[in-house]
């Protein structure tokens, strides 16, 4: 981090997340309260704070350390070589383990999951936003149009410029 030709990664990486968070805070606070009413304080610690970290933390050791071994002793720094292509990193990284096929089934399952529920929490506090009496179920309508328009923003924003565009 102290490398000259370093600062500018670290530097861009810095304010992706504060403005990463900054878009996000509404949404997921205003999701977590949602689904946290008449929860304990405690219980909303260990399912909100406690509970993710503690996985992130297990997971990150225990696959972020196996990739770093399987990369510099077995694939020579292959993987090393598609951190540009994140996208067929996970698969590569995935065949130097036990059964390829069915963990690669179960990643992409869990991608799948990962998109669908943030989508659904997304459209949850549009819809909680957009909703006139907050103590009433939005229309069912409404959660489709919502879907509908941020399926559509996102199809325009892939079509006319890429993956990057859409990240940005």
């Known amino acids: 981090s102290y490398e000259q ?3 500018e ?3 861009g990486w810095t304010i992706l997340y504060w403005a990463w968070w900054c878009s996000w805070a509404p949404f997921v606070g ?3 309260a949602r689904i946290s009413r008449g929860r304990t304080i405690r219980e909303f610690i260990f399912g909100v704070l406690a509970v993710p970290s503690l996985f992130c933390v297990i997971w990150f050791t225990i696959f972020g350390d196996t990739a770093i071994w399987i990369n510099d ?3 020579g720094g292959a993987l090393g070589a598609l951190t540009g292509t994140p996208e ?3 698969f590569r990284f995935l065949e130097y383990l036990p059964l390829p096929t069915i963990t690669g089934f179960i990643s992409l399952t869990v991608i799948a999951l ?3 529920t943030s989508a659904d929490s997304g459209i949850y ?3 909680n936003i957009a909703s006139r009496d907050k103590s009433l179920t939005a229309p ?3 959660a489709v149009m919502w879907g509908l328009l941020m399926s559509a923003a996102a199809i325009v924003l892939l079509r006319f410029g890429g993956l990057p565009t859409l990240q940005t």
């Open 125 to 127: 506090v549009l819809n």
């Open 5 to 7: 030709n370093h600062t």
């Open 73 to 75: 002793h077995v694939a």
């Open 114 to 116: 990962f998109f669908i």
């Open 140 to 142: 069912r309508w409404q």
């Open 30 to 32: 205003l999701f977590i």
């Open 9 to 11: 990664w670290f530097g």
């Open 88 to 90: 067929k990193l996970l």
